[in-house]
């Protein structure tokens, strides 16, 4: 099996770039061990604190920012960072080529099941005559991002990336503390009978997405015509996984039940890198008006609803709201 430097030089990834996601997934592997001895090191439970998004903060959600925030800005290759758990953006290096984002520990609500749990990141060249400690550094565009991707803290430890040329499956072997190329290339099936949504919101959504997933549910007997099975594990880099290994459709719709906040997921730390990764293994990744990565930010914690998976299936579902 590739290491992942060899891997990423097949793909003419600049060394720079290499360094970087080098110290990244140190960080993971860090973050991977304190996941696995969470019971044991106290890290079980809830803070008292909420983050900026006004939500309780994990404990492992304070370890894992933490760890990803020092040792990213002590690198020197990182102009700037945002993540889900900070206000605001924090400057690194004004010589940094790089700004990353990231979610630190995605699916929180499920540390305390031992259920799937991941970190997010999403890396930008920096915008060469803007100060470090200004945020317009992040109100970039996700088609201008040169890498994404999520390490899955499951029964193994899974890295899956992308640099544009395509979508990538590594697993960190224990055994010498690298991560190990195990599928390149990864394509989603255009078709499929999976899907995963948040059903408990069903009755806040907008018509068109009622009406999608009511037929869905119908099955055989419904305008489909066949049967649909639906996941969740409530953890995106989960049900992501999920979709890139088998196919499916993976939906966060608008609803009406905050009529202030009517998207869950954040474009720079969920949706952008995401979708990045799906468009790269032959899926799409929209909203219910357009592309997610041509969005234009106007916050870093900015919000947006998700439709992305099996292309045919999102086409599928975007026809209703035609």
């Known amino acids: 099996m590739q290491r992942l430097a060899p891997a990423l030089r097949q793909d003419n990834v600049p060394l720079d770039l290499i360094s970087l996601i080098k110290t990244i997934l140190a960080a993971t592997k860090e973050i991977s061990f304190r996941v696995s001895q969470a019971h044991l090191g106290g890290l079980m439970g809830s803070t008292l604190d909420e983050n900026i998004q006004g939500e309780v903060q994990k404990k492992l959600d304070v370890v894992a920012n933490e760890l990803f925030k020092d040792i990213l800005l002590e690198s020197g290759?990182?102009?700037?960072?945002?993540?889900?758990?900070?206000?605001?953006?924090?400057?690194?290096?004004?010589?940094?080529?790089?700004?990353?984002?990231?979610?630190?520990?995605?699916?929180?609500?499920?540390?305390?099941?031992?259920?799937?749990?991941?970190?997010?990141?999403?890396?930008?060249?920096?915008?060469?005559?803007?100060?470090?400690?200004?945020?317009?550094?992040?109100?970039?565009?996700?088609?201008?991002?040169?890498?994404?991707?999520?390490?899955?803290?499951?029964?193994?430890?899974?890295?899956?990336?992308?640099?544009?040329?395509?979508?990538?499956?590594?697993?960190?072997?224990?055994?010498?503390?690298?991560?190990?190329?195990?599928?390149?290339?990864?394509?989603?099936?255009?078709?499929?009978?999976?899907?995963a949504i948040n059903m408990s919101n069903q009755r806040f959504w907008q018509e068109p997405m009622q009406n999608y997933i009511n037929d869905l549910v119908a099955g055989d007997t419904g305008p489909r015509g066949k049967n649909f099975n639906m996941r969740w594990i409530a953890a995106m880099v989960g049900d992501i996984h999920r979709v890139l290994t088998r196919g499916g459709i993976f939906t966060y719709p608008a609803d009406s039940k905050k009529p202030e906040q009517p998207y869950k997921l954040r474009l720079m730390y969920e949706a952008n890198p995401m979708s990045f990764l799906i468009e790269q293994a032959g899926g799409l990744a929209m909203t219910s008006t357009g592309r997610i990565m041509d969005i234009d930010p106007t916050d870093i914690h900015q919000r947006v609803e998700v439709i992305m998976g099996s292309s045919n299936e999102v086409e599928a579902c975007l026809s209703y709201y035609k």
Request: net charge negative; proline share 4%.
């Open 77 to 195: 290759f990182v102009r700037a960072i945002s993540s889900e758990e900070e206000d605001t953006s924090v400057a690194g290096d004004q010589n940094g080529k790089f700004v990353v984002s990231f979610d630190p520990l995605d699916g929180s609500s499920n540390i305390d099941i031992n259920s799937l749990i991941g970190t997010i990141f999403s890396i930008h060249e920096a915008i060469p005559d803007m100060d470090a400690e200004d945020p317009g550094q992040f109100q970039q565009q996700g088609n201008k991002q040169v890498c994404a991707g999520y390490v899955l803290y499951g029964p193994s430890t899974m890295l899956v990336m992308t640099t544009g040329s395509g979508t990538h499956f590594y697993v960190l072997d224990r055994t010498h503390g690298g991560y190990l190329l195990v599928e390149r290339n990864v394509q989603v099936p255009k078709d499929t009978q999976e899907f």
